[in-house]
């Protein structure tokens, strides 16, 4: 075991959100609705990317649910399933080079993992030839080689994470839970496990449940209460002890991380740790709580309500609600890069849409 690193919120300095509204940071113009497949009902942003690709689904007129991608000119095109006998594509990540990965489903409750390059072509991940065999899988993860973690399912043993090597035509089990996050370097983290890129298990200090991780290695999560942090070799860091309880969600190539406090009061707040232990409490208007929903490569970070509004923070802490598509209608924010936020958006008497809302302008190459 592991000696326990002390907190590294000692002597550090807590910036408090106050109950008056901070200055906005420039104007977000109402989202751009990106409407849905011909003859559709409804859609919705699941992810974007910075060249300014989104995914998500849309519901065709039998209310099946099919994954969508929509180009940097806002063009649909429809993700279908690899197999036969699935019906429906449940989207679920998308890397710069435009391959999104999602799972196939069937009339019941079972799965494959599936992947589509960028110009639409599926294909099965496929199923590991290790006993006990399990029949299903559902992909959770894609890193830019193409590497994907997910999880196979469906035989007698346990929920087995697995690493597909798309590159090579491989697949790996690594032990039992569900992936949760991958780097670059083919590291993985389950709710509770680690193995790094050699597929084996780093032991955590003291434990705990995790929630992403870095291209160093460094994982982040809480341990107990409170939000901590492990290096590429399990030494524990924790983040916080001044707050009831804790979490971290995100890290970032800098090493920021972004999480949630919960207050005496049993309200959450969006927090943001700098690399020397700091952390920010990051401003609502009216003090509102808050909860987080993801952040971009330079800081950028969107979050919501409990209520459902949606809003982002610039690298200052600035904050801005995400205007609505109609002054009477509502919206839902998924997915962020530090140009532009993805999600769905409704009015009266329509179904909601795919929508995307501009930071900025992409920073990679437009191309899809």
């Not at 099919?66 to 890397?95: C, F, K, Q």
């Not at 993860?141 to 994907?148: D, K, P, T």
């Amino acid at each position: 075991m592991f000696k326990r690193i002390a907190s590294a919120l000692a002597g550090a300095v807590v910036v408090l959100a106050t109950t008056a509204a901070p200055a906005n940071a420039a104007a977000i113009a109402r989202p751009v609705d990106l409407g849905t497949l011909p003859g559709g009902l409804t859609s919705a942003g699941a992810r974007v990317n910075y060249h300014g690709t989104v995914f998500g689904t849309a519901y065709d007129s039998a209310f099946h649910e099919h994954g969508a991608r929509w180009d940097a000119a806002g063009r649909i095109s429809e993700l279908r399933p690899p197999l036969d006998g699935y019906d429906t594509v449940r989207a679920v990540a998308l890397n710069e080079a435009g391959v999104a990965i999602g799972n196939s489903m069937g009339s019941i409750i079972t799965g494959r993992a599936a992947l589509w390059d960028a110009s639409g072509v599926p294909v099965a991940l496929p199923l590991s030839d290790e006993f006990p065999h399990h029949p299903f899988s559902e992909a959770s993860a894609i890193n830019e080689h193409g590497m994907v973690a997910g999880f196979v399912y469906g035989a007698p043993g346990p929920d087995t994470v697995v690493r597909w090597d798309t590159g090579r035509g491989t697949v790996t089990e690594l032990g039992f839970g569900r992936a949760v996050a991958i780097n670059e370097a083919g590291a993985v983290i389950s709710q509770n496990t680690y193995w790094d890129p050699a597929g084996t298990v780093v032991e955590l200090a003291e434990g705990g449940s995790l929630h992403d991780l870095d291209d160093a290695g460094t994982v982040v999560g809480s341990s107990g209460l409170q939000a901590a942090k492990w290096d590429s070799a399990g030494h524990l860091t924790v983040l916080d002890t001044t707050w009831a309880s804790s979490t971290a969600l995100a890290i970032t190539a800098d090493g920021t991380i972004f999480g949630e406090v919960t207050g005496t009061d049993h309200k959450t707040r969006v927090a943001r740790w700098d690399r020397t232990g700091i952390v920010t409490v990051l401003p609502t208007p009216g003090d509102v709580p808050s909860r987080f929903t993801a952040a971009g490569r330079t800081g950028v970070v969107l979050g919501r309500t409990d209520t459902g509004t949606s809003f982002t923070w610039d690298t200052a802490g600035r904050v801005s609600v995400l205007p609505l598509l109609a002054d009477d209608g509502s919206c839902y924010a998924n997915g962020l890069t530090d140009w532009a936020v993805t999600g769905s958006c409704s009015v009266p008497g329509q179904n909601s849409h795919a929508v995307l809302w501009k930071l900025g302008e992409p920073t990679g190459n437009r191309a899809g």
